[in-house]
């Protein structure tokens, strides 16, 4: 079998890059517990869920579990088809949420891989699992948040996340949704700093937050949930880009990026019935 055959081995390999250098360079607080736990979460749910539809099988094999025939059956019975998407969801989760508490971790990982199978349409999830988690375990809990600083603003992480970004983005073919969001978004911070009269590394600073740069090159990107046609991935990217400046600027929301993102979401089916195209597939595009 080929090595990165499939674009998610690409995510999978640098988010969990990014997780260790978080976890061994920044000084972060994070427990080995949870991000075990919310990894763990995001699987088993992706799993159980994907298999609902032999719900019959599974209750009939646990029922006779007991020779090895019905184990037989009951592995086969599993749907283990999700489970690469379901750990990049874990792993930005990891990357992105922070809780004081384990169980809080566990509900923003249930609900991220639930959502997949609540908000569709025709069989295509409009929200991006882990900003779906992050976004309703925050309101709901008030013990989630997002951090946005926790992964400074030094000119390696730009490089590392950049660079790494540009190789997933090939092979999915979705850079012009980041492009386009981070030229919106940089052009808007700099000219609201220019009118504050902010100097330059004020704006670097901004600019160069490992939160949103992750979130521009591996959350945004998500080509299973935003639309499927390039030009309403740019009208898409434009809006998200204006309302993230808005709501960090004038309602004060550090985790605007993210909250702008959940807000929208619920357009890609809009777009997607204005601009038909092809839906995308992990291993092959098949017609919608």
């Known amino acids: 079998m080929k090595l990165f055959k499939d ?3 690409y ?3 640098w988010l969990c890059l990014f997780l260790s250098v978080g976890i061994f360079f920044r000084d972060w607080t994070l427990q080995i517990q949870g991000i075990f736990l919310t990894i763990l979460t995001c699987v088993l749910t992706q799993i159980i869920l994907s298999s609902g539809s032999k719900f ?3 209750k009939t094999n646990f029922i006779t579990i007991n020779n090895q025939k019905s184990q037989e059956l009951f592995i086969n019975s599993l749907d283990f088809s999700g489970v690469k998407s379901a750990l990049i969801t874990g792993l930005g989760l990891s990357l992105l949420l922070r ?4 169980n809080i971790l566990m509900l923003a990982s249930f ?3 639930a959502s997949k199978f609540i908000f569709n349409y025709h069989q295509k999830h409009f929200f991006n699992p882990a900003n779906f988690g992050i976004i309703v375990t925050i309101f709901l809990t008030k013990s989630a948040w997002v951090s946005p600083g926790q992964w400074g603003s030094d000119w390696w992480y730009l490089l590392l996340f950049t660079s790494t970004g540009a190789m997933v983005l090939n092979k999915v073919g979705r850079w012009e949704t980041s492009a386009v969001f981070l030229s919106v978004y940089a052009s808007l911070e700099a000219t609201y700093n220019y009118y504050l009269g902010w100097n330059f590394d004020v704006l670097t600073h901004q600019l160069m937050s490992g939160s949103l740069l992750v979130f521009a090159f591996f ?3 998500d080509p299973r949930s935003i639309p499927n046609a390039k030009n309403s991935r740019i009208i898409w990217a434009i809006v998200i880009g204006f309302l993230s400046f808005i709501l960090k600027e004038f309602f004060y929301i550090n985790s605007g990026i993210f909250l702008a993102l959940f807000i929208i979401s619920p357009l890609t089916i809009l777009f997607d019935l ?3 195209e092809n839906r995308f597939r992990w291993q092959k595009l098949n017609p919608i």
Request: aromatic share 4%; no cysteine; glycine share 0%.
């Open 274 to 276: 204005i601009w038909k």
């Open 111 to 113: 609900l991220a891989i």
């Open 7 to 9: 674009a998610r081995d």
């Open 56 to 58: 019959t099988t599974l």
């Open 99 to 102: 809780s004081n508490s384990l």
């Open 219 to 221: 959350m945004l990107t």
């Open 11 to 13: 995510q999978i390999t």
